[in-house]
């Protein structure tokens, strides 16, 4: 007896349901055998098979969408690959506007420009390289399309007013959606749309608004961390900066004057504590991963061709002239104005800046770009 007293009885080896048919006939071993099959409830045994099979679907669909995709584009949300039915279309991205809740514009905030597009007062229509000549800033030149401005409340000057999100529509003068905010008065205004934005959302601008995605408050008033958009550069004038789609800058320190946000190009610089900004980060992050893919498309947004200097006469432009394609003859680039074309600081002095003294850290310099 002593030698079989660590020996385990024959009841251990059995499956639960022989256990269970064994113990109908000898009720000692039913009672000393562990009942496996009370312990489990009887919701797992329900849900656990169903959940196997949506796991083992989800795997083999996203094997099958590996095995098939063989190096071609793939696709995220938002954002639709093109078929290469022909050579301008391979590799060709849109957006899917699926955030989009109407194609209707709200037309009391919307009129159309009647103005010469970005020509600078008094001066030649010449000088207005960057603005104007060679650019997508002409109103209805070369086949583009018409534009109407919505205009927006980037100061967010509804203050202590609840509002309800109705639509989010698109803009052509931007790359970030809008959204249109019917406020408890009855008043509607676009305002920027941010990622967590959806159609009846309550959005407010107050100094003492809880901190949500959407609500506008004082820098002072926003926790250290915290990402912030549409950030005023002056008390009162209205946000200014960190207004592209997907950007958003981060709250990193405060003192009794001035708070420190660090914006999107990793610069690093000081605000007024009552400068007014809004909680989030601007929507439609996938912005920067669309694919033209063919110059028609930038004839519709209306930039026009680029003349390289080298081509043309040296009348024109400091690289022209010469036999062929004869080098620039310069030891340097320089603009069709005689002026540096790479490397050269554009930005005035601080001490003639104010807003150069604000800065703490400069932006950190891209890979392949001067300056």
């Not at 020509?119 to 399309?145: L, N």
């Not at 006469?313 to 002026?339: L, M, R, V, Y």
């Not at 490397?343 to 001067?370: A, E, V, Y």
Request: hydrophobic share 35%; charged share 25%; glycine share 10%.
């Amino acid at each position: 007896m002593a030698l079989l007293a660590g020996v385990p009885s024959a009841s251990a080896f059995l499956v639960p349901s022989q256990t269970q048919t064994l113990g109908q006939h000898r009720a000692p071993l039913s009672s000393a055998a562990p009942r496996q099959a009370k312990a489990e409830p009887k919701a797992q045994k329900q849900l656990g098979l169903p959940l196997f099979a949506v796991a083992c679907t989800a795997v083999a669909l996203r094997s099958q969408v590996a095995r098939r995709a063989k190096g071609k584009p793939q696709t995220t949300s938002g954002i639709r690959i093109r078929k290469p039915k022909n050579n301008a279309l391979r590799n060709t991205s849109v957006a899917t506007f699926e955030e989009c809740t109407t194609k209707r514009r709200y037309e009391p905030l919307c009129f159309m420009y009647r103005r010469r597009f970005a020509r600078p007062k008094g001066k030649p229509i010449m000088m207005a390289t960057k603005t104007s000549r060679e650019s997508g800033h002409k109103y209805m030149d070369s086949g583009r399309h018409a534009r109407r401005y919505r205009i927006i409340d980037f100061g967010r000057t509804k203050r202590g007013t609840f509002g309800e999100i109705e639509t989010i529509e698109y803009d052509p003068y931007r790359n970030a959606r809008i959204c249109l905010v019917n406020y408890e008065d009855g008043e509607k205004r676009y305002i920027l749309y941010a990622m967590g934005f959806y159609v009846g959302q309550q959005i407010i601008a107050s100094p003492d608004a809880p901190i949500f995605v959407g609500n506008a408050m004082p820098l002072d008033n926003v926790p250290i961390g915290t990402m912030v958009h549409n950030i005023e550069m002056h008390p009162g004038r209205g946000g200014a900066i960190v207004r592209a789609a997907g950007t958003a800058g981060i709250v990193l320190s405060r003192d009794d004057k001035w708070v420190t946000v660090k914006l999107p190009s990793t610069e690093v610089r000081l605000f007024s504590k009552k400068c007014y900004c809004t909680i989030g980060k601007v929507g439609r992050t996938e912005h920067s991963l669309i694919k033209i893919g063919k110059a028609g498309k930038m004839r519709q947004m209306g930039f026009r061709p680029h003349v390289r200097g080298s081509a043309k006469n040296a009348c024109d432009h400091p690289h022209g002239g010469g036999e062929g394609k004869s080098p620039i003859g310069q030891k340097h680039p320089k603009t069709k104005f005689g002026n540096c074309a790479l490397g050269l600081k554009t930005r005035r002095r601080p001490r003639n800046n104010m807003s150069g003294r604000l800065i703490l850290i400069r932006r950190k310099k891209k890979s392949g770009r001067p300056g």
